[in-house]
Nanobody
Framework: QVRLVESGGGLVQTGDSLILSCVAS????????LAWFRQAPGKEREFVAG?????????AYSQSVKGRFTISRDNAKSTVNLQMNTLKPEDTAIYYC???????????????????WGQGTQVTVSS
């Protein structure tokens, strides 16, 4: 069973930076495609960023974070990171790490491809 544990959330001000980390266990990390999703109060969960298997040669970002957020993976540490720069109040949400270990043939943005989810970490950006 894959277990995902997020960390790094917190309260920051507009324009600040934050790094979220997600440590995975229970299966070969390199064989997982990984993603970050977020859910703001009263809103649907939405895709933020995704990275493909192994070396992560393919990444994807939502339009709202493209150019500000960067997803990366460290296979040696079984960790996927989300570097968030120039944060805005609208980035306030619970951020979830997700993993696909089934080599699903679907775009990284597709939430249904991810079988495993973390508990989430809160990010609050004050104006």
């Amino acid at each position: 069973q894959v277990r995902l544990v997020e960390s790094g959330g917190g309260l920051v001000q507009t324009g600040d930076s934050l790094i979220l980390s997600c440590v995975a266990s229970g299966r070969a990390f390199g064989s997982m495609a990984l993603a970050w999703f977020r859910q703001a109060p009263g809103k649907e969960r939405e895709f933020v960023a995704g990275i493909s298997y192994y070396q992560g040669s393919s990444t994807a970002y939502s339009q709202s974070v493209k150019g500000r957020f960067t997803i990366s993976r460290d296979n040696a540490k079984s960790t996927v990171n989300l570097q968030m720069n120039t944060l805005k109040p609208e980035d306030t949400a619970i951020y979830y790490c997700a993993a696909d270990d089934q080599f699903t043939a679907a775009p990284l943005e597709t939430s249904a491809r991810y079988d495993h989810w973390g508990q989430g970490t809160q990010v609050t950006v004050s104006s």
